[in-house]
């Protein structure tokens, strides 16, 4: 469909670490990617466009995103059969700012002018047909130029977000009416917020905007004109990898680290809030996630091998062991592969504090899951000692993994479920369920799955260094060179 001046492109920001989820949101798997909501196993990244559909003008979305998860995006975007306008990647994360510049000069070389829906891929809406009837609204004060931003009508003395003040209080009988932004607030303290909350003027700051790609950019030319000249030879010089447009990084990173409120919204005249009640969360803590999901009559959530007795009003989820609460409260228990998070659920929000002072001491587990995904499927770190190391390989149908070699370390693959492929050093051989071969150091080696169903195999490594960089990538479908790109 040709994108013209009444067409919405939704710029979906899927860019953050979401540490205050840890240890289920990680730097390499973060909460957007995540089905967090409990009545859909839709991730929040899917049901973020999904809320959208049905919206007058409608176009596909504009995902931007770093590096390290264009995969993760790229796949959870197939399975809602949706070919995105583009998957822009950031070499380095700049804030909104950088990223909202890029996606508008990119809006703009589709079509002719299109709104630009800017969305946090991480939030939740539960009265979604009136999220749509407010955007519709919003289009109004878009189309005639304004810079239009939604607030969330406060439903606590909330020191978490932002606010946005009105020059005016709301029409109380007309919600949706857009009203001249008079300034913004940072996190507030707790007396602040209490007095906040008792001014209808004062709405929550959801990050959220609706504007004319042109509109944005004149306004970003006028107070941030560094931003629009470095993203805009961030774009002349951007590359096309397979699906995704990479951003020229010398450029990029000469962005200033700013977000948009700042650069712009702060400065400019043209500001509109939206008054917002839609029962709207970020999702930013343990206890905002117990608050929207499904619980029992004792208030507990629970989520896997769970045994519970005289507990109240937790939040308990196990991916893997057994877990029995036995006349606890009010906390929050969380069991990976890899980590057990135990916390007051009234402070929770310091978790990512504490996330912080383990990277700082190099603790993997800050970062990074057991469990990996690749493009081609997955992998999960099962056992491992000093010179060896045991992995779950799980590989989607029809999928391959690079032609690759190692230089220090050997190979070992027991296939347990499907039928795998194998590539040595040109050779080719079909191995189903209970069959095994070795994979010798310096071996050029694939692993493919040509069936119709996932293929599991067991790999036990072993050598003098394991670590992944140990690869050497001579073919690859995914565009990707001899390292974890």
């Not at 804030?95 to 002018?113: C, E, F, R």
């Amino acid at each position: 469909m040709e994108i013209t001046d009444k067409s919405i492109i939704p710029v979906i920001l899927s860019g953050g670490s979401g540490t205050r989820l840890w240890p289920l949101s990680r730097e390499s798997y973060p909460k957007q990617f995540l089905a967090l909501d409990s009545r859909t196993k839709k991730t929040l990244l899917q049901n973020t466009y999904e809320r959208l559909l049905g919206l007058e003008g409608l176009e596909k979305p504009i995902l931007i995103c770093n590096e390290e998860h264009r995969f993760i995006v790229a796949e959870q975007f197939r399975d809602l059969n949706t070919t995105p306008q583009a998957i822009i990647l950031e070499p380095v994360g700049r804030n909104t700012a950088p990223a909202i510049a890029v996606a508008a000069l990119q809006a703009i070389s589709l079509g002719k002018d299109p709104l630009l829906l800017i969305l946090a891929a991480d939030h939740l809406i539960e009265n979604i047909d009136e999220f749509r009837r407010v955007i519709q609204s919003a289009k109004k004060y878009a189309n005639q130029g304004r810079l239009v931003t939604f607030g969330i009508i406060p439903t606590c003395a909330e020191t978490g977000y932002g606010y946005i003040e009105a020059k005016e209080s709301p029409n109380q009988e007309d919600q949706i009416t857009g009203l001249e932004i008079n300034k913004f607030i940072e996190k507030p303290s707790k007396d602040i917020a209490e007095k906040l909350i008792k001014d209808s003027r004062y709405t929550w700051n959801s990050g959220m905007f609706l504007f004319k790609a042109s509109s944005i950019i004149n306004e970003l030319e006028k107070f941030s004109p560094e931003i629009i000249n470095y993203c805009k030879i961030a774009i002349e010089k951007d590359s096309v990898d397979l699906d995704f447009l990479r951003l020229e990084a010398e450029s990029f990173k000469k962005c200033p680290k700013i977000s948009l409120d700042i650069a712009v919204m702060e400065k400019t005249n043209l500001g509109t809030v939206l008054p917002l009640n839609v029962g709207w969360s970020d999702i930013g803590s343990w206890k905002s996630l117990w608050n929207i999901s499904q619980k029992n009559n004792d208030g507990n959530y629970i989520n896997g091998r769970i045994i519970t007795e005289e507990s109240k009003n937790c939040y308990f989820k196990s991916e893997q062991r057994l877990i029995i609460g036995i006349g606890v409260e009010n906390l929050i228990i969380v069991d990976t592969n890899d980590a057990i998070l135990v916390a007051n659920k009234d402070q929770s929000q310091n978790i990512g504090n504490i996330v912080k002072g383990l990277s700082s001491e190099d603790f993997p587990e800050s970062k990074l899951h057991k469990k990996i995904y690749r493009p081609w499927g997955n992998y999960t770190t099962v056992l491992e000692g000093n010179r060896w190391l045991v992995k779950l390989i799980e590989v989607k149908p029809n999928a391959s993994l690079s032609l690759q070699m190692h230089h220090h370390r050997a190979e070992h693959w027991i296939v347990v479920n499907g039928t795998a492929l194998i590539e040595k050093n040109g050779e080719k051989q079909l191995l189903s369920e209970n069959e095994s071969t070795f994979i010798p150091l310096g071996c050029k080696h694939r692993l493919s799955n040509p069936g119709r169903m996932k293929l599991e195999l067991i790999e036990v490594q072993s050598g003098a260094y394991l670590d992944e960089e140990d690869i050497i990538r001579f073919e690859d479908s995914y565009g990707r060179i001899k390292n974890l790109s």
